[in-house]
């Protein structure tokens, strides 16, 4: 999974003209204002989840897991300003192809593309561990009220 790539193939970067570079780096701008959501989505439901919780393991794992979505918020924030720019960037490109040093702006963009690809690795490795704390917690408290109940 870590050679999964969004460009079609290894040196499409450095071929691509500038109008492919512009619809895939929007392409990304779409994916991370997804990804920003979700993770709001992701954020609604611990918090609405943590109010049942009562055993104090639980309210750890539950708090490690937001502390974690709170800073993949802040990583999708940053990564969505710099594709923006980059993308500002690039119209000026299209515009004008002497504004930037190609080889530079290309490598740049190269960088871009490795930073969301990390952020999209680590973004559903927190969701999946989102979806088992909350699984596991459930559980947990559901054994709990049961056994209070039966008490």
């Known amino acids: 999974m870590s050679t999964f790539r969004n460009r079609p193939k ?7 003209d500038w109008q492919d570079l512009y619809s895939l780096t ?3 701008q779409s994916d991370l204002e997804f990804y920003s959501d979700d993770l709001k989505f992701l954020r609604g439901l611990i918090d609405r989840f943590f109010l049942y ?3 104090k393991e639980n309210i750890d794992r539950v ?13 999708a924030a940053a990564l969505l300003e710099k594709t923006k720019k980059h993308l500002h960037h690039l119209a ?5 192809p002497f504004t930037y040093d ?5 490598t740049e963009h190269e960088h871009l ?10 973004f559903r490795k927190n969701r999946r561990g989102v979806f088992k704390v909350t699984e596991y917690t459930i ?3 559901e054994t709990v009220r049961r056994l209070h109940l039966t008490s």
């Open 53 to 55: 919780i009562s055993k």
């Open 92 to 96: 000026e490109l299209i515009d004008n």
């Open 63 to 75: 708090q490690e897991i937001e502390q974690s979505l709170l800073e993949m918020d802040k990583r």
């Open 102 to 106: 190609s080889h530079a702006f290309r």
């Open 113 to 122: 593309e490795d930073e969301i690809q990390t952020f999209v690795k680590d």
């Open 139 to 141: 559980d947990a408290e």
């Open 26 to 28: 929007e392409h990304w």
């Open 10 to 16: 290894d040196g499409y970067i450095h071929e691509a």
